[in-house]
């Protein structure tokens, strides 16, 4: 069972949709991150929250907005998708966001741009 | 040069091998090294973290060789359920959590 709790499971989305992916952790951690990763490739990562502020920005296109509500929640805001963007879209938390803590995934949405 | 490097595999061996997969980064200011195992199509669940002093966990050894910038994972009595691709993660340092994730070793237990 995994501790970071991600939701949707699965998602299909048109280019012009707007939809939003979930993430909540309840161990306490105060960094919380998202990552993308295609099939047969490791995990990249997208965007890093420390203390619920943004101090990581991989040079994701705009059409991804991340938002944390609170330190438990990790949003990630999705608009005018393209095909290529269809990947596995994995959250993570670790105990704080400036040290060498391992991170924890929760299980990903899978997402398919049409 | 890739920041972490892995021998893709695949690692065909039946139950009961021994099997050793190795590592190696290229920043020598990375401080803390992970093993994870990711099974296909689900997420990567840390296996153990790696020390300089070297750790075991049941079947599992990790160790670190900073000078040669080399990690190394020994599974011994390989079973059927741990056929899964391991990823050998750094973290890159300079003050943020930031994980850098080689492509992965893929194990596959036959019986």
């Known amino acids: 069972d995994t501790e970071v709790t991600q939701t949707p499971k699965h998602l299909v989305m048109g280019m012009t949709n707007k939809k939003s992916l979930k993430c909540e952790q309840h161990?306490?951690?105060?960094?919380m991150y998202w990552y993308k990763q295609k099939a047969k490739k490791p995990p990249e990562l997208m965007f890093v929250y420390s203390y619920e502020k943004l101090s990581i920005n991989e040079s994701v296109p705009s059409r991804f907005s991340p938002e944390c509500p609170n330190s438990s929640l990790l949003n990630l805001h999705l608009h005018a998708l393209q095909p290529e963007d269809s990947a596995l879209y994995l959250c993570?938390?670790?105990?704080?966001?400036?040290?060498?803590?391992?991170?924890?995934f929760g299980d990903g949405t899978r997402l398919s741009i049409l | 040069r890739k920041e972490v490097e892995q021998d893709p595999g695949p690692f065909n061996v039946p139950e009961g091998a021994t099997v050793a997969f190795n590592c190696t980064y290229s920043n020598s200011a990375s401080q803390s090294f992970f093993w994870y195992r990711q099974d296909c199509r689900k997420e990567p669940k840390l296996l153990m973290s790696?020390?300089?002093s070297g750790n075991e966990d049941g079947r599992f050894t990790a160790q670190l060789n900073r000078a040669s910038q080399y990690i190394s994972l020994l599974i011994r009595d390989s079973k059927l359920s741990d056929s899964a691709t391991y990823l050998c993660?750094?973290?890159?340092?300079?003050?943020?959590?930031?994980?850098?994730f080689g492509a992965g070793t893929r194990l596959a237990v036959h019986p």
């Open positions: 790696v020390y300089s």
């Open positions: 993570a938390s670790s105990q704080e966001g400036d040290g060498d803590q391992p991170q924890h």
């Open positions: 161990m306490g951690h105060r960094a």
């Open positions: 993660v750094v973290n890159r340092g300079g003050g943020y959590n930031k994980l850098i």
